[in-house]
T-cell receptor
């Protein structure tokens, strides 16, 4: 079993739809949860990060963490064609010194105009 | 934030040869990382490169195959040695996010797309 599982998609939605992207994980020591966005032929860029359980909102993006279920989500409201990219979830134990980050395989999202 | 550049952006190489990938950052950082990204697979950490010390390699990666240099706080190189088609991948350099060190977030370069024939 992989430490982090993420549906690779592709996920295709119409413009304006609400998008839900998800990851599950097995390591209960993970405390920091990140979402990176990667456009084609570019490096990943940090979209959001959260600590422990709960929600965090940033504009049209909401990150949600449920540690009891070992499940994290990223919601995109009013999706735009410019949101078309691959979304990578990432996690670390974050115990102070720099910790190795474990990434999901990424979900490819296409928003159709 | 940090701006990272990588050279070359892409290359096509012959089996048995070596390629050195350069990573340049616009600010001084202690920790730099090298990743491999293969289709359908997650980003895989190859090694962590701290200035002034030997690189630390992850399980499955060895220095003879992936030698790394870190001569100063803004630059690093990764060499892919004695290449085989299985080394075809995107290689990414990243650096620590010093403003949010506790979160382990990173800034990534644009990647080097390597094809080995």
């Amino acid at each position: 079993q992989k430490e982090v599982e993420q549906d690779p998609g592709p996920l295709s939605v119409p413009e304006g739809a609400i998008v839900s992207l998800n990851c599950t994980y097995s390591n209960s020591a993970f405390q920091y949860f990140m979402w990176y966005r990667q456009y084609s032929r570019k490096g990943p860029e940090l979209l959001m990060y959260t600590y422990s359980s709960g929600n965090k909102e940033d504009g049209r993006f909401t990150a949600q963490v449920d540690k009891s279920s070992k499940y994290i989500s990223l919601f995109i409201r009013d999706s735009q064609p410019s949101d078309s990219a691959t979304y990578l979830c990432a996690m670390s134990e974050g115990s102070g010194g720099y910790q190795k980050v474990t990434f999901g395989t990424g979900t490819k999202l296409q928003v159709i105009p | 934030s940090a701006v990272i550049s990588q050279k070359p952006s892409r290359d096509i190489c012959q089996r048995g040869t070596s390629l050195t990938i350069q990573c340049q950052v616009d600010s001084q950082v202690t920790m730099m990382f090298w990743y491999r990204q293969q289709p359908g697979q997650s980003l895989t950490l190859i090694a962590t490169a701290n200035q002034g010390s030997e690189a630390t390699y992850e399980s499955g990666f060895v220095i003879d195959k992936f030698p790394i240099s870190r001569p100063n706080l803004t630059f690093s190189t990764l060499t892919v040695s004695n290449m085989s088609p299985e080394d075809s991948s995107i290689y990414l350099c990243s650096v620590e996010d010093r403003a949010r060190r506790v979160t382990d977030t990173q800034y990534f370069g644009p990647g080097t797309r390597l094809t080995v024939l």
